[in-house]
């Protein structure tokens, strides 16, 4: 028996007493507040205020309820003037959160009307330690059509899921999941040589209709994938894959090993621009040569196409950009686009929305309805320059931070993304180990110190990102040269060991010193920059590869981070350090990947009162916000 029906029959009246007492002064003060214009509320038609976005919740019909029944479940009475008084609505605000792709959490003010309705639900879960309600996805629509139903209540939902997003994961769950068996359409020999969880990919992209991000970790084997999936929708070919320049050839020689009854004659590879791509069943075309034929881009050429592959689809995160344009054209008239990279967004949620608009065009209906969702949106205020507009001051919209990362995994993952890391598919794969070196500055004088130091100070003085970008750049070379000779003599040092290893720089100063001394110590080594033919680069990768007596593969940062199998080596040495740290990560994996056998050390030379000082931070911070959003996996705090 409950504590309340205990209570003396006198006490429960002079309870009762009091909270009438309660009810009426509390109207009372509320009546002389309120504005004489203000008409009393239609008792029988509920309000239910939401966000902008979340139109659903003021368009769903209210089914009007009989008074004073009871829950058959929860025995509870309802009235659903109780807690309205004397007519006037109680304003409750309310706040929906995910949980997964399946349930949600009902964050509401206390109301005994509101209270009764939701015990009627039936995947109900109350949770006493964060005082909120859990729900079925399923159950979300009843949801807001019961609560409307409530007289006496004015629910305001504040910073809620928005109603795409929810439509989008109910679709998601009610989406059939057909048995599908490779073997009908893919070769016994490819079925082969695939893992586990290759094939789950491959179920996943054909499932989503061939519409799906594939953002597994860095050499999972991807382009297989792909590939895999392409031969599936083979019906539905020519196949258009847009890729990096360097990566062209790469891709020609995957589909001449997975799909040999693919004729070499079938497959064009696009070198130079041309006004119309050929008419063949596969075409390999580079984004930046994409971009120089948009204007030739017509009806014809894009309904030619009704599967469209990009690779390193993070190359098209500017939503401004040419190419992103050039490509957007081609992939948005396609039947299947799947996308591959294996960092999604290299530094901010912003990065994916051009590629989520690739795949599905409804799950957001503009830029700034995203950037305001998961990207902390707001307006940037700045002083213009010139003789014309000084003392001017503009504003823009700011999209460059994070919010709601958890939402924003949960929808990617439960509609076109899938991701998995070399940790959770791969258990036999040897550790990845970062070690960060400390060079020492002492060559310098005391005046090349001094200027190199206060760098810092200038850049947080300055007001124009103009001239932010100049100081940085020139920040970035006096600390490259500065860093030279003690990175040649770690090299020298490292050689002497043996060792077999990439590394990597970004200034051409600091790769042609490096390279002086692999030359003057004799040492047999590869170079790749960004003046390396795509031809020219693969064959350096493979005699690396090949021949043990190579033991240097000396490579450009922005060039060589993506696209290169180089797991005959397991040290990767940064001889500088990159803005992005998307970048860093998949130049690590090109040893990190499938096939090493060794342990992977990883070594990052710094120098102090360097631009390292500012740069080693602020790709932490990146990747701390892209793991809230499950895009990466790498964290730099145990370097």
């Given amino acids: 028996m409950s504590s309340a029906n205990q209570l003396d029959p006198q006490l429960m009246q002079m309870i009762e007493h009091k909270r009438r007492l309660a009810i009426e002064k509390r109207n009372k003060r509320q009546a002389i507040e309120s504005n004489a214009t203000n008409a009393a509320p239609n008792k029988t038609q509920p309000t239910i205020t939401s966000n902008p976005s979340a139109s659903l919740m003021t ?18 009475k309802t009235n ?18 995910l949980m997964s792709s399946k349930r949600f959490e009902l964050n509401i003010g206390y109301n005994a009307d509101v209270i009764n309705v939701l015990r009627g639900i039936p995947s109900r879960d109350w949770n006493p330690s964060s005082k909120m309600w859990r729900f079925d996805m399923k159950d979300y629509k009843r949801i807001l059509t019961d609560l409307q139903t409530i007289s006496s209540v004015d629910i305001k939902f504040v910073d809620s899921v928005p109603d795409r997003v929810i439509n989008a994961l109910i679709e998601a769950i009610n989406r059939p999941k057909e048995d599908i068996d490779l073997k009908e359409r893919l070769s016994p020999q490819l079925i082969s040589e695939l893992f586990g969880f290759q094939v789950e990919g491959i179920v996943f992209g054909i499932r989503t209709g061939g519409r799906c991000l594939i953002a597994d970790d860095m050499g999972l084997g991807k382009t297989l994938q792909a590939i895999s999936i392409a031969q599936w929708f083979r019906d539905d070919w020519p196949l258009l894959i847009v890729c990096p320049s360097s990566l062209r050839y790469q891709w020609r020689d995957q589909i001449n090993k997975w799909l040999p009854t693919v004729k ?5 590879v696009v070198t130079k621009e041309m006004e119309n791509l050929p008419k063949v069943l596969i075409t390999i075309i580079s984004y930046d040569l994409m971009a120089r034929i948009k204007p030739h881009i017509n009806m014809d050429c894009k309904q030619t196409y009704n599967f469209v592959i990009l690779d390193e689809s993070h190359y098209i995160k500017n939503d401004t950009a040419v190419r ?22 290299l530094s901010r949620p912003m990065e994916l929305f051009t590629q989520i608009k690739i795949l599905n065009g409804k799950l957001f209906a503009n830029k700034h309805e995203f950037g305001m969702r998961y990207c902390n949106g707001h307006l940037k205020h700045f002083w213009m320059r010139g003789a014309r507009n000084a003392g001017k001051q503009k504003q823009i919209w700011d999209y460059n931070g994070a919010k709601n990362l958890d939402e924003l995994k949960i929808l990617l993952e439960s509609t076109i993304l899938l991701r998995r890391l070399k940790s959770q598919v791969l258990s036999q794969l040897p550790p990845k180990k970062r070690e960060m070196i400390m060079l020492n500055l002492n060559h310098m004088s005391d005046k090349e110190k001094a200027k190199l130091k206060n760098y810092s100070n200038v850049v947080k003085k300055l007001s124009f990102r103009l001239d932010e970008n100049t100081s940085h750049f020139d920040w970035y070379m006096d600390s490259a040269m500065a860093k030279v000779d003690p990175v040649c003599k770690y090299m020298a040092q490292l050689l002497n060991q043996n060792v077999k290893f990439l590394c990597f720089c970004h200034h051409k100063q600091m790769m042609d010193s490096i390279q002086q001394v692999l030359a003057d110590m004799r040492v047999n080594h590869i170079r790749i920059d960004g003046t390396t033919s795509a031809t020219d680069r693969q064959e350096a990768c493979n005699e690396f590869q090949r021949v043990s007596d190579c033991r240097v593969a000396l490579l450009s940062i922005t060039a060589c981070a993506t696209g290169l199998n180089l797991i005959a080596a397991s040290v990767v040495v940064f001889a500088e350090l990159f803005w992005n740290p998307g970048i860093l990560s998949q130049a690590e994996d090109r040893v990190h ?11 990052y030379l710094v120098a102090k009162d360097t631009i390292d000082d500012m740069i080693w931070p602020m790709i932490s911070k990146k990747l701390e916000v892209l793991n809230k959003a499950g895009l990466s996996k790498d964290n730099f705090e145990d370097t």
């Fill in 59 to 76: 368009n769903i019909k209210p089914k009007v309820m009989p008074q004073n029944t009871t829950d058959p479940k929860s025995s509870v």
């Fill in 80 to 97: 659903g003037s109780c807690s309205g008084g004397m007519g006037r609505k109680t304003e409750v605000k309310a706040t929906i959160r």
């Fill in 264 to 268: 070499e004659d079938d497959i064009y």
């Fill in 324 to 345: 992103t344009d050039a490509v957007s054209l081609m992939a948005k008239a396609s039947k299947r686009v799947i996308l591959l990279t294996g960092t999604p967004a």
């Fill in 593 to 603: 990947r499938i096939g090493q056998k060794n342990d992977v050390k990883i070594y």
